[in-house]
T-cell receptor, first 115, second 116 residues
Framework: GAGVSQSPSNKVTEKGKDVELRCDPISGHTALYWYRQRLGQGLEFLIYFQGNSAPDKSGLPSDRFSAERTGESVSTLTIQRTQQEDSAVYLC?????????????FGEGSRLTVL | KQEVTQIPAALSVPEGENLVLNCSFTDSAIYNLQWFRQDPGKGLTSLLL?????REQTSGRLNASLDKSSGRSTLYIAASQPGDSATYLC???????????????FGKGITLSVRP
């Protein structure tokens, strides 16, 4: 696609429910990132995918968080048993290749509200 | 551990003023530095990307400079307009071989308000 696409744009859920967030990167982009942005806070790294390499999961805050990516296409971020502190905007970004200029492009984000 | 600082957190200027936004980072072993703009409730829009070997990049009224050795970058906005009101973030990507080239580190941003 023309840009990074994320869905849903807004999600309201009850505490304890599971949620799944989706990211469609720019076609051909091998690198994909998930970040979290809490209200009034900076961006917090969650996970990084690069091609077929093992993902860097070091930013995932707990084992309730997981993410998958199918090849170099869609990624899903799953949060199990959601807690109120999971409320945030979840941002996805993609980049063309591991090397090279490396401009990062972001989607509009998925705003998650846990009641 | 790389730390990126943007001070002040907020800035208000009258329309037409030229202004400089600052970004500092603690580890000079970077691959590149990117400036973004974020409007309320939106994602991040890329403004300028500077490679570690470059000193500056320009796009329209924006000019970004990089002094890697001192750990500083500035974003210069000429003739500011109310439409420039947004939060401006800088992010650094670690250099190759540092073992951490996956994690961009972001500053918390500077919220700019340009008064008509």
């Amino acid at each position: 696609g023309a840009g990074v696409s994320q869905s849903p744009s807004n999600k309201v859920t009850e505490k304890g429910k599971d949620v799944e967030l989706r990211c469609d990167p720019i076609s051909g982009h091998t690198a994909l990132y998930w970040y979290r942005q809490r209200l009034g806070q900076g961006l917090e790294f969650l996970i990084y995918f690069q091609g077929n390499s093992a993902p860097d999961k070091s930013g995932l805050p707990s084992d309730r968080f997981s993410a998958e990516r199918t090849g170099e296409s869609v990624s899903t971020l799953t949060i199990q048993r959601t807690q109120q502190e999971d409320s945030a905007v979840y941002l996805c970004a993609s980049r063309g290749s591991r090397l090279g200029p490396g401009e990062l492009f972001f989607g509009e984000g998925s705003r998650l509200t846990v009641l | 551990k790389q730390e990126v600082t943007q001070i002040p957190a907020a800035l208000s200027v009258p329309e037409g003023e030229n202004l400089v936004l600052n970004c500092s980072f603690t580890d000079s072993a970077i691959y590149n530095l990117q400036w973004f703009r974020q409007d309320p409730g939106k994602g991040l829009t890329s403004l300028l990307l500077i490679q570690s070997s470059q000193r500056e990049q320009t796009s329209g009224r924006l000019n970004a400079s990089l002094d890697k050795s001192s750990g500083r970058s500035t974003l210069y906005i000429a003739a500011s307009q109310p439409g420039d009101s947004a939060t401006y973030l800088c992010a650094v990507r670690p250099g190759e071989g540092t073992g951490a080239n996956s994690k961009l580190t972001f500053g918390k941003g500077i919220t700019l308000s340009v008064r008509p």
